[in-house]
Protein backbone atom coordinates (compact mmCIF):
# COMPACT_ATOMS: atom_id res chain seq x y z
CA UNK A 1 0.00 0.00 0.00
CA UNK A 2 2.97 2.33 1.27
CA UNK A 3 4.62 1.48 -2.31
CA UNK A 4 1.74 2.28 -4.52
CA UNK A 5 0.91 5.63 -2.52
CA UNK A 6 4.64 6.74 -2.90
CA UNK A 7 3.68 5.76 -6.94
CA UNK A 8 0.83 7.95 -7.01
CA UNK A 9 2.50 11.00 -5.75
CA UNK A 10 5.23 10.47 -7.65
CA UNK A 11 3.54 10.49 -10.41
CA UNK A 12 1.20 13.71 -9.22
CA UNK A 13 4.41 15.63 -8.87
CA UNK A 14 5.95 14.29 -11.93
CA UNK A 15 2.60 15.29 -14.12
CA UNK A 16 2.44 18.92 -12.32
CA UNK A 17 6.09 19.54 -13.51
CA UNK A 18 5.25 18.22 -16.68
CA UNK A 19 2.38 20.65 -16.65
CA UNK A 20 4.47 23.74 -14.93
CA UNK A 21 7.07 22.99 -17.86
CA UNK A 22 5.07 23.03 -20.48
CA UNK A 23 2.64 25.88 -19.53
CA UNK A 24 2.43 29.02 -22.07
CA UNK A 25 0.52 32.32 -21.95
CA UNK A 26 -0.82 32.92 -25.50
CA UNK A 27 0.38 36.45 -26.74
CA UNK A 28 -0.97 37.34 -30.63
CA UNK A 29 0.74 40.04 -32.95
CA UNK A 30 -1.73 41.45 -35.35
CA UNK A 31 -1.43 44.05 -38.57
CA UNK A 32 -0.87 44.20 -41.84
CA UNK A 33 1.76 41.29 -43.25
CA UNK A 34 0.40 41.84 -46.49
CA UNK A 35 -0.79 44.91 -48.65
CA UNK A 36 0.16 48.43 -48.96
CA UNK A 37 1.06 48.53 -45.22
CA UNK A 38 2.79 45.50 -44.80
CA UNK A 39 5.91 47.62 -44.14
CA UNK A 40 4.38 48.48 -40.61
CA UNK A 41 3.18 45.07 -40.26
CA UNK A 42 6.69 43.88 -40.24
CA UNK A 43 7.92 46.60 -37.60
CA UNK A 44 5.26 45.10 -35.83
CA UNK A 45 5.96 41.55 -36.24
CA UNK A 46 9.55 41.89 -35.59
CA UNK A 47 9.58 43.91 -32.74
CA UNK A 48 6.81 41.44 -30.67
CA UNK A 49 9.30 38.29 -32.47
CA UNK A 50 12.26 39.70 -30.74
CA UNK A 51 11.03 40.55 -27.52
CA UNK A 52 9.37 37.32 -27.38
CA UNK A 53 12.73 35.02 -27.82
CA UNK A 54 14.35 37.94 -25.12
CA UNK A 55 11.61 37.55 -22.44
CA UNK A 56 11.02 33.57 -23.12
CA UNK A 57 15.42 33.29 -22.85
CA UNK A 58 14.76 35.08 -19.19
CA UNK A 59 12.51 32.16 -18.00
CA UNK A 60 9.19 33.61 -19.31
CA UNK A 61 6.27 35.30 -17.73
CA UNK A 62 5.76 34.27 -14.02
CA UNK A 63 7.62 31.30 -15.28
CA UNK A 64 5.34 30.27 -18.17
CA UNK A 65 6.88 30.39 -21.35
CA UNK A 66 4.72 33.14 -24.36
CA UNK A 67 3.56 31.01 -27.26
CA UNK A 68 3.42 33.68 -29.89
CA UNK A 69 0.60 34.04 -32.57
CA UNK A 70 0.11 35.74 -35.42
CA UNK A 71 -2.55 37.35 -37.70
CA UNK A 72 -2.37 39.33 -40.57
CA UNK A 73 -4.98 42.13 -41.22
CA UNK A 74 -4.31 43.30 -44.37
CA UNK A 75 -5.38 46.89 -43.10
CA UNK A 76 -8.90 45.96 -43.61
CA UNK A 77 -10.99 46.09 -40.91
CA UNK A 78 -13.23 43.30 -41.60
CA UNK A 79 -9.86 41.03 -41.96
CA UNK A 80 -8.88 42.76 -37.99
CA UNK A 81 -12.18 41.02 -36.70
CA UNK A 82 -11.54 37.94 -38.22
CA UNK A 83 -8.29 37.74 -36.69
CA UNK A 84 -9.24 38.98 -33.40
CA UNK A 85 -11.96 36.39 -33.44
CA UNK A 86 -9.49 33.68 -34.36
CA UNK A 87 -6.89 34.93 -31.47
CA UNK A 88 -9.89 34.48 -29.26
CA UNK A 89 -10.60 30.95 -30.55
CA UNK A 90 -6.54 29.94 -29.80
CA UNK A 91 -6.49 30.88 -26.44
CA UNK A 92 -4.98 34.38 -27.14
CA UNK A 93 -5.17 36.73 -23.49
CA UNK A 94 -3.01 39.67 -25.05
CA UNK A 95 -2.59 41.08 -28.05
CA UNK A 96 0.26 43.34 -29.48
CA UNK A 97 -1.52 45.12 -32.05
CA UNK A 98 -3.12 46.47 -34.77
CA UNK A 99 -1.60 48.80 -36.98
CA UNK A 100 -3.94 50.75 -38.69
CA UNK A 101 -6.91 52.71 -36.41
CA UNK A 102 -9.56 51.36 -38.46
CA UNK A 103 -8.66 48.17 -37.90
CA UNK A 104 -7.71 48.48 -34.08
CA UNK A 105 -11.20 49.46 -32.78
CA UNK A 106 -13.47 47.57 -34.38
CA UNK A 107 -11.19 43.93 -33.31
CA UNK A 108 -10.19 46.07 -29.70
CA UNK A 109 -14.42 45.29 -29.29
CA UNK A 110 -13.85 41.75 -30.11
CA UNK A 111 -11.44 41.80 -27.37
CA UNK A 112 -13.34 43.24 -25.13
CA UNK A 113 -16.35 40.98 -24.75
CA UNK A 114 -13.79 37.88 -24.74
CA UNK A 115 -11.48 38.92 -22.00
CA UNK A 116 -8.35 40.10 -24.30
CA UNK A 117 -5.71 43.01 -23.32
CA UNK A 118 -4.81 44.72 -26.36
CA UNK A 119 -1.84 47.31 -26.79
CA UNK A 120 -1.24 48.93 -30.01
CA UNK A 121 1.96 50.41 -30.84
CA UNK A 122 0.95 52.34 -33.85
CA UNK A 123 -3.20 53.50 -33.31
CA UNK A 124 -3.33 57.22 -33.12
CA UNK A 125 -6.64 58.10 -34.03
CA UNK A 126 -7.91 59.72 -30.89
CA UNK A 127 -11.34 57.71 -30.31
CA UNK A 128 -9.18 54.44 -29.84
CA UNK A 129 -8.87 55.19 -26.21
CA UNK A 130 -11.68 57.40 -26.19
CA UNK A 131 -14.49 54.30 -25.85
CA UNK A 132 -14.11 53.51 -21.96
CA UNK A 133 -12.46 49.96 -22.90
CA UNK A 134 -10.57 48.47 -19.96
CA UNK A 135 -8.98 46.45 -22.01
CA UNK A 136 -7.34 49.34 -24.28
CA UNK A 137 -3.68 50.90 -24.28
CA UNK A 138 -0.96 52.19 -26.91
CA UNK A 139 2.49 53.12 -25.99
CA UNK A 140 2.00 55.79 -29.37
CA UNK A 141 0.96 59.28 -29.06
CA UNK A 142 -2.56 60.50 -30.11
CA UNK A 143 -3.50 62.29 -33.94
CA UNK A 144 -4.57 65.46 -31.54
CA UNK A 145 -1.43 65.89 -30.27
CA UNK A 146 0.07 65.59 -33.46
CA UNK A 147 -1.68 67.50 -35.30
CA UNK A 148 -1.21 70.34 -32.59
CA UNK A 149 2.92 70.00 -33.16
CA UNK A 150 2.20 69.88 -37.05
CA UNK A 151 0.21 73.29 -36.80
CA UNK A 152 2.45 74.60 -34.83
CA UNK A 153 5.35 73.99 -37.49
CA UNK A 154 3.35 75.15 -40.21
CA UNK A 155 2.70 78.69 -38.80
CA UNK A 156 6.11 79.04 -37.67
CA UNK A 157 7.64 78.04 -41.35
CA UNK A 158 4.73 78.63 -43.60
CA UNK A 159 2.95 81.92 -41.75
CA UNK A 160 1.03 83.23 -44.35
CA UNK A 161 1.00 80.85 -46.98
CA UNK A 162 -1.30 78.46 -49.02
CA UNK A 163 -1.62 75.27 -47.75
CA UNK A 164 -3.52 72.14 -49.27
CA UNK A 165 -4.67 68.81 -47.27
CA UNK A 166 -4.66 65.58 -49.24
CA UNK A 167 -6.10 62.15 -46.82
CA UNK A 168 -6.35 58.78 -48.15
CA UNK A 169 -9.83 58.36 -46.40
CA UNK A 170 -9.02 56.04 -43.60
CA UNK A 171 -9.47 56.65 -39.70
CA UNK A 172 -5.97 57.51 -39.56
CA UNK A 173 -5.28 59.56 -42.11
CA UNK A 174 -8.51 62.26 -42.69
CA UNK A 175 -8.29 61.92 -38.61
CA UNK A 176 -4.80 63.51 -38.42
CA UNK A 177 -5.58 65.88 -41.27
CA UNK A 178 -8.30 67.24 -39.64
CA UNK A 179 -7.15 67.52 -36.23
CA UNK A 180 -4.35 69.43 -38.59
CA UNK A 181 -6.62 71.62 -40.03
CA UNK A 182 -8.57 72.39 -37.01
CA UNK A 183 -5.46 73.39 -35.35
CA UNK A 184 -4.14 75.77 -38.18
CA UNK A 185 -7.70 77.01 -38.13
CA UNK A 186 -7.10 78.29 -34.30
CA UNK A 187 -4.00 80.03 -35.62
CA UNK A 188 -6.02 81.79 -38.10
CA UNK A 189 -4.41 80.21 -41.12
CA UNK A 190 -7.03 78.30 -43.39
CA UNK A 191 -6.09 75.93 -46.03
CA UNK A 192 -6.63 76.49 -49.52
CA UNK A 193 -7.25 73.01 -50.59
CA UNK A 194 -9.20 69.95 -49.16
CA UNK A 195 -8.70 66.80 -50.79
CA UNK A 196 -9.50 62.77 -49.82
CA UNK A 197 -8.18 59.92 -52.31
CA UNK A 198 -8.70 56.13 -52.03
CA UNK A 199 -5.17 54.98 -50.11
CA UNK A 200 -4.81 51.84 -53.00
CA UNK A 201 -5.02 54.07 -55.94
CA UNK A 202 -1.86 54.96 -58.49
CA UNK A 203 -2.68 57.04 -60.09
CA UNK A 204 -3.77 60.58 -58.85
CA UNK A 205 -3.37 62.65 -61.92
CA UNK A 206 -6.69 64.45 -61.06
CA UNK A 207 -5.97 64.76 -57.38
CA UNK A 208 -2.53 66.82 -58.63
CA UNK A 209 -4.28 68.72 -61.28
CA UNK A 210 -6.24 70.29 -58.01
CA UNK A 211 -2.85 70.81 -56.20
CA UNK A 212 -1.42 72.87 -59.23
CA UNK A 213 -4.37 74.75 -59.46
CA UNK A 214 -4.34 75.59 -56.01
CA UNK A 215 -0.57 76.72 -55.92
CA UNK A 216 0.30 75.59 -52.52
CA UNK A 217 3.23 76.35 -50.46
CA UNK A 218 3.18 73.27 -48.52
CA UNK A 219 1.02 70.01 -48.90
CA UNK A 220 0.34 68.49 -45.91
CA UNK A 221 -0.64 64.72 -46.55
CA UNK A 222 -2.89 62.70 -44.00
CA UNK A 223 -2.23 59.27 -44.97
CA UNK A 224 0.30 56.19 -45.05
CA UNK A 225 3.78 55.80 -47.08
CA UNK A 226 2.54 54.08 -50.29
CA UNK A 227 0.05 56.13 -51.57
CA UNK A 228 2.11 59.15 -50.11
CA UNK A 229 5.53 58.37 -52.02
CA UNK A 230 3.17 58.06 -55.30
CA UNK A 231 1.33 61.29 -54.61
CA UNK A 232 5.10 62.87 -54.26
CA UNK A 233 6.20 60.86 -57.18
CA UNK A 234 3.87 62.40 -59.31
CA UNK A 235 3.95 65.86 -57.87
CA UNK A 236 7.06 66.12 -58.97
CA UNK A 237 6.89 64.73 -62.19
CA UNK A 238 4.51 67.35 -62.87
CA UNK A 239 6.78 69.80 -62.01
CA UNK A 240 5.14 71.14 -58.29
CA UNK A 241 8.07 72.12 -55.82
CA UNK A 242 6.26 72.60 -52.88
CA UNK A 243 7.28 70.02 -50.38
CA UNK A 244 5.25 67.82 -48.47
CA UNK A 245 4.82 67.60 -44.86
CA UNK A 246 2.96 63.82 -43.24
CA UNK A 247 2.73 62.16 -40.03
CA UNK A 248 3.66 58.89 -38.33
CA UNK A 249 1.83 57.10 -41.34
CA UNK A 250 5.16 57.79 -43.70
CA UNK A 251 7.92 56.46 -40.96
CA UNK A 252 9.68 53.74 -43.18
CA UNK A 253 12.34 53.48 -45.51
CA UNK A 254 10.24 52.01 -48.19
CA UNK A 255 8.32 56.32 -48.66
CA UNK A 256 11.77 57.43 -50.00
CA UNK A 257 11.58 54.41 -51.97
CA UNK A 258 9.00 55.04 -53.29
CA UNK A 259 8.63 58.75 -53.98
CA UNK A 260 12.16 59.30 -55.24
CA UNK A 261 14.87 61.79 -54.87
CA UNK A 262 11.92 64.19 -54.35
CA UNK A 263 11.39 63.06 -50.71
CA UNK A 264 14.12 65.10 -49.63
CA UNK A 265 12.34 68.20 -47.75
CA UNK A 266 9.27 65.98 -46.40
CA UNK A 267 8.68 67.04 -43.20
CA UNK A 268 7.07 64.99 -40.96
CA UNK A 269 6.30 64.55 -37.48
CA UNK A 270 6.63 61.45 -35.35
CA UNK A 271 7.99 60.63 -31.59
CA UNK A 272 11.53 60.49 -30.80
CA UNK A 273 13.52 57.97 -31.97
CA UNK A 274 14.30 55.38 -29.51
CA UNK A 275 16.92 53.85 -31.73
CA UNK A 276 19.05 57.47 -30.56
CA UNK A 277 19.19 56.07 -27.21
CA UNK A 278 22.27 54.94 -26.09
CA UNK A 279 20.94 52.63 -23.66
CA UNK A 280 19.25 50.92 -26.93
CA UNK A 281 22.50 50.77 -28.65
CA UNK A 282 22.51 46.81 -27.74
CA UNK A 283 18.72 45.99 -29.02
CA UNK A 284 19.39 47.59 -32.29
CA UNK A 285 22.62 45.77 -33.30
CA UNK A 286 20.53 42.78 -31.81
CA UNK A 287 18.10 42.98 -34.35
CA UNK A 288 20.37 44.53 -37.06
CA UNK A 289 23.26 41.52 -36.87
CA UNK A 290 20.74 38.61 -36.07
CA UNK A 291 17.46 39.45 -37.89
CA UNK A 292 19.00 41.47 -40.10
CA UNK A 293 16.33 44.07 -40.07
CA UNK A 294 16.47 47.66 -39.10
CA UNK A 295 14.17 48.79 -36.31
CA UNK A 296 12.60 51.86 -37.27
CA UNK A 297 9.23 53.30 -36.55
CA UNK A 298 7.55 51.47 -34.71
CA UNK A 299 9.31 48.30 -34.27
CA UNK A 300 11.06 49.45 -30.69
CA UNK A 301 7.41 50.05 -29.71
CA UNK A 302 6.44 47.25 -30.76
CA UNK A 303 9.07 45.54 -28.47
CA UNK A 304 7.99 47.96 -25.59
CA UNK A 305 4.61 46.22 -25.94
CA UNK A 306 5.61 43.20 -24.84
CA UNK A 307 7.96 44.76 -21.69
CA UNK A 308 5.04 46.23 -20.75
CA UNK A 309 2.79 43.41 -20.57
CA UNK A 310 5.72 41.24 -18.52
CA UNK A 311 6.16 43.85 -16.12
CA UNK A 312 2.32 44.52 -15.75
CA UNK A 313 1.42 40.82 -15.29
CA UNK A 314 4.63 40.15 -12.40
CA UNK A 315 3.38 43.40 -10.55
CA UNK A 316 0.09 41.83 -10.89
CA UNK A 317 1.34 38.62 -9.20
CA UNK A 318 -1.36 37.16 -12.67
CA UNK A 319 -1.42 36.28 -16.08
CA UNK A 320 -5.54 37.55 -15.61
CA UNK A 321 -5.90 40.15 -18.85
CA UNK A 322 -8.22 41.91 -16.32
CA UNK A 323 -5.62 41.97 -13.35
CA UNK A 324 -2.71 43.17 -15.45
CA UNK A 325 -4.83 46.10 -17.07
CA UNK A 326 -5.68 47.23 -13.44
CA UNK A 327 -1.72 47.32 -12.93
CA UNK A 328 -1.65 49.40 -16.28
CA UNK A 329 -4.17 52.02 -14.89
CA UNK A 330 -2.68 52.44 -11.87
CA UNK A 331 0.09 54.74 -13.09
CA UNK A 332 2.92 52.35 -12.40
CA UNK A 333 6.12 53.75 -14.02
CA UNK A 334 7.34 50.76 -16.87
CA UNK A 335 10.93 50.71 -17.60
CA UNK A 336 10.99 49.97 -21.86
CA UNK A 337 12.93 50.89 -24.94
CA UNK A 338 10.88 53.75 -25.26
CA UNK A 339 11.87 55.12 -21.85
CA UNK A 340 10.09 55.23 -18.80
CA UNK A 341 6.32 55.56 -19.66
CA UNK A 342 3.29 55.69 -17.47
CA UNK A 343 -0.43 54.84 -18.68
CA UNK A 344 -3.46 57.66 -17.85
CA UNK A 345 -7.30 55.81 -16.61
CA UNK A 346 -7.84 56.07 -20.34
CA UNK A 347 -4.83 53.53 -21.35
CA UNK A 348 -2.93 56.54 -23.21
CA UNK A 349 0.48 57.30 -22.18
CA UNK A 350 0.75 59.82 -19.53
CA UNK A 351 4.36 60.42 -19.06
CA UNK A 352 7.48 59.63 -21.54
CA UNK A 353 11.13 60.22 -19.88
CA UNK A 354 14.05 59.25 -21.22
CA UNK A 355 17.51 59.36 -19.25
CA UNK A 356 15.71 61.80 -16.56
CA UNK A 357 14.31 64.25 -19.15
CA UNK A 358 10.30 64.17 -19.86
CA UNK A 359 10.17 64.11 -23.51
CA UNK A 360 7.09 65.63 -26.27
CA UNK A 361 5.36 62.95 -27.58
CA UNK A 362 5.80 63.93 -31.00
CA UNK A 363 9.11 66.41 -32.92
CA UNK A 364 9.83 67.28 -36.03
CA UNK A 365 11.56 65.21 -38.50
CA UNK A 366 12.94 66.01 -41.92
CA UNK A 367 13.64 63.58 -44.82
CA UNK A 368 17.33 64.37 -46.40
CA UNK A 369 20.30 62.11 -47.58
CA UNK A 370 22.10 60.79 -44.40
CA UNK A 371 25.67 59.51 -44.47
CA UNK A 372 25.14 56.52 -46.60
CA UNK A 373 23.62 58.42 -49.49
CA UNK A 374 20.16 57.26 -48.52
CA UNK A 375 17.38 59.67 -48.17
CA UNK A 376 15.41 58.57 -44.58
CA UNK A 377 14.22 60.73 -41.86
CA UNK A 378 16.10 62.86 -38.95
CA UNK A 379 15.42 64.88 -36.50
CA UNK A 380 15.29 68.18 -36.83
CA UNK A 381 17.72 70.47 -34.95
CA UNK A 382 16.40 72.42 -32.46
Not at 85 to 93: I, L, T
Not at 321 to 346: Q, W, Y
Request: glycine share 12%; aromatic share 8%; charged share 25%.
Amino acid sequence: MKKLLALGLALGLGLALADAASAQVKIGVGGPLTGSDAAFGAQLRQGVEQAVADINAQGGILGQQIQLFIGDDGGNPREGVSVANKFVGDGVKFVVGHFNSGVSMPASEVYQENGVLMITPASTNPKVTERSLWNVFRVCGRDDQQGTLAAKIILERFKGKRIAFVHDKTTYGQGLADETRRALAKGGLKGVLYEGVNKDDRDFTAVISKIRQARPDLVFWGGLHSAGGLILRQMRAQGIKAPLMGGDGITDDEFAAIAGPGAEGTLMTFSPDPRTNPANKAIIELFRSKRMFEPQAYTLYSYASMQIIKQAAEKAKSLDPKKVAEVMRSGMVFNTVLGNISFDKKGDVSEYVVGGVKKDRYVLYIWRKGPDGRISYFEADK
